[in-house]
């Protein structure tokens, strides 16, 4: 604020303010004159002639307010503010319901820095004359200067209201918006005023400091250059003009003005994180990290400068150094998601899977679906060997969006699973993993070696031979493929002529008995609620009858209860492909899919249920159930009451009818 400009308009104002009374005053001819004289002197700027002509008038008529007012607003223009303010109080004694004497003192205190004294000034004159608008400036200024802001805005507003092309108010609001850290409204004003008086507008650095502050840098660089051209050397202006640059990514520009800033003041340690943030974008990674030494020297427990140069580490690909820094950066915050996740690529790096694994779980807590963060971890997990549920994160990404690396990813953590398995001797467990790594690439030659050996496991012949070929064919390089493969013709010559003969009834035979030994372990397994261990007897005869489809759904409802929805959707998948009418596995899949929120899919396995079997009452009820979710009431109820015509069984009915009225409501 220019506070020589508000005084000047005060001056003016007290010497109208005197014109106006002269035909009031009670002046002698001789006083009256020598006031004549006085004003002359005035006019010629001969202010100490006119002080003393005015003191002379005073020895003569000594009760006369208007000399008073006078030889105050003399004193006021040599300096003599404590002898303005004694002869203003000397003129309120003589007029003390004069508000324009009031105003002049709140003035001159003004000038003097009693802010306090000057406000009370200033609302002796407003009670005295509530309806002069001009007063409630001077109350908006003097509200300014002690940051009163709210009450700065009222009245520079209501003086507004009464004055809105006032350039000096206007420009004095936009000030206070800014200085009460609302710059959207400040930029308003200061546009206004700029558009209006684009010549005579001068506030362009805090018109600028406020554009940036509202992110607005191409404008704020555009003012804020125009202030620097009245204030070449003010760093502060500078320092905001080179982050304006820095933030347009006119990086040239913002490393010149960085350097001009540091020029001036080589101390402004500050403004160091800033400047090392550009060197950094600009591949000035040395002169970098030196900026963020000198900053963090001075500003130690700064968590984005440690996590800042961990990053220029990480491009000089030094990752011990960048390690050590996303760890202080870590220590001084250990809430920012982005440290999180360098922390963890960095152990990643460096093999270190558990602090890996740690990281990678503390980022997903604050961004739970980052496909890239579960993709790692899956990598991380299936680096441990903890093939189950790298898996399943594998899978779950490749449903929400295929990734021909991930794919590659699952299929060779199926594989190393089904050795692992192969290892342990379980075998039908092994024979599924393998199965699910050919169902992903057809042409992994590893997938159907490991298949082949838990089919001879398993005593399926037949089954290993076909894939030891496959195998061989895929690979015919491979040494290991080639030895596995003559070894079993030659361990089993006289089961692969047989085969080659198509005497099939020796075999079949042998299946026979060991399929149902098979069903009858999985039976008991099952009744006991060992459901690992019947999922286990089932697999394996399955291997030996692959059309089995009952007890393909005994293995899928044992996994639907275990809450293992991916392997029960596909056994459920699995039997259709043998059976496209089975209803159980319609019926069974679309309770998955209902219990996954998949809705719309489910609503199409239980009308597929209904159009093979019309009195497949849980159908009906269950379609209702889906629709209610859908929140579709007229839905709903109608396959509530399709249900309720064919349900026999009382407590069913009672749950339903319940259902009903509630929907009806």
Same mark, same amino acid.
């Given at each position: ?230 204030? *070449? &050397? @003010? ?5 905001? #003009?080179? !982050?304006? $640059?820095?933030?347009? %990514?006119? =990086? /040239?520009? +913002? ?44 500003? *130690? &427990? @700064? ?5 800042? #140069?961990? !990053?220029? $580490?990480?491009?000089? %690909?030094? =990752? /011990?150094? +960048? ?44 961004? *739970? &679906? ?8 899956? !990598? ?286």
């Amino acid at each position: 604020m220019n506070t020589k400009r508000i005084y000047l308009s005060a001056i003016a104002l007290i010497v109208a303010l005197s014109s106006i009374q002269i035909s009031e005053a009670k002046m002698t001819k001789e006083a009256h004159a020598l006031y004549q004289q006085a004003c002359n002197y005035e006019y010629r700027s001969d202010y100490l002639s006119a002080i003393s002509t005015i003191q002379k008038a005073l020895a003569i008529n000594g009760d006369d307010a208007m000399l008073y007012t006078k030889i105050a607003g003399l004193y006021s223009d040599v300096g003599r503010y404590e002898d303005a303010l004694g002869a203003y109080k000397k003129a309120i004694k003589l007029r003390p319901n004069d508000a324009f004497i009031y105003i002049s003192m709140g003035n001159i205190l003004q000038t003097m820095g009693d802010y306090e004294n000057a406000y009370n000034s200033f609302m002796q004159a407003q009670q005295i004359y509530p309806e002069y608008k001009y007063n409630y400036l001077n109350l908006a200024n003097i509200e300014y200067f002690r940051k009163n802001y709210k009450n700065a805005i009222e009245n520079y507003n209501t003086f507004l209201s009464a004055y809105p092309e006032h350039q000096e108010a206007s420009e004095n609001l936009a000030n206070v918006y800014y200085a009460s850290n609302e710059p959207e409204k400040a930029c308003d004003i200061y546009a206004n005023v700029y558009k209006k008086y684009p010549t005579a507008f001068k506030d362009f650095a805090n018109y600028g400091m406020a554009l940036y502050d509202t992110k607005q840098f191409q404008a704020a660089s555009e003012m804020l250059e125009k202030a620097i051209e009245d204030n *070449p &050397d @003010d760093e502060a202006l500078l320092a905001k #003009l080179a !982050l304006s $640059y820095q933030n347009m %990514d006119e =990086n /040239d520009k +913002a490393l010149e003005t960085f350097q001009k800033v540091f020029e001036l003041n080589p101390k402004l340690v500050a403004l160091k994180f800033d400047y090392a943030n550009l060197l950094g974008n600009m591949d000035k990674n040395e002169e970098a990290i030196e900026q963020y030494k000198e900053y963090l020297t001075a500003f *130690p &427990d @700064d968590a984005d400068a440690y996590r800042n #140069l961990g !990053l220029v $580490y990480k491009k000089l %690909d030094n =990752n /011990d150094l +960048a390690l050590f820094n996303f760890e202080k950066s870590y220590s001084k915050d250990s809430s920012n998601v982005e440290t999180k996740k360098e922390l963890a690529l960095c152990y990643h790096k460096k093999q270190d899977y558990v602090n890996a694994l740690k990281y990678y779980d503390l980022a997903l807590k604050t961004e *739970p &679906d980052n496909y890239e963060l579960l993709a790692n971890k899956a !990598l991380t997990l299936h680096a441990m060997n903890n093939y189950v549920a790298s898996i399943e994160i594998y899978k779950s990404l490749l449903e929400k969006q295929p990734n021909e690396r991930l794919q590659q990813n699952l299929t060779a953590a199926s594989i190393a699973y089904g050795y692992d398995l192969l290892n342990k001797q379980d075998y039908g467990q092994a024979i599924l993993y393998f199965e699910d790594a050919i169902d992903l690439n057809a042409n992994e030659a590893s997938a159907y070696f490991g298949f082949a050996q838990a089919n001879e496991k398993m005593g399926c012949t037949d089954i290993a031979l076909t894939n030891y070929e496959k195998a061989v064919s895929l690979a015919p390089g491979n040494r290991e493929f080639n030895i596995a493969l003559r070894d079993f013709k030659n361990a089993h010559k006289d089961t692969t002529a047989s085969t080659a003969a198509e005497k099939p009834k020796p075999q079949v035979n042998e299946q026979a008995v060991t399929y149902d030994s098979l069903i009858k372990l999985g039976d008991e397994a099952y009744r006991q609620q060992k459901y690992t261990d019947a999922i286990d007897y089932y697999t394996k005869a399955v291997v030996f009858i692959p059309q089995d489809k009952v007890t393909m759904l005994k293995i899928a409802n044992i996994y639907k209860l275990l809450g293992n929805n991916a392997k029960a959707l596909s056994f459920y998948d699995k039997i259709l492909t043998i059976d496209e009418n089975s209803v159980d596995a319609y019926f069974n899949k679309g309770l998955v899919l209902a219990s996954q929120k998949n809705y719309d899919e489910s609503i199409k396995c239980f009308e597929k249920v209904i159009a093979l079997s019309p009195d497949y009452p849980y159908a009906y009820y269950s379609l209702g159930m889906a629709y209610e979710q859908k929140d579709d009431s007229q839905k709903a109820l109608e396959y509530y009451y399709l249900y309720a015509g064919i349900e026999k069984d009382e407590k069913m009915l009672n749950v339903v009818n319940q259902k009903i009225k509630q929907l009806e409501k």
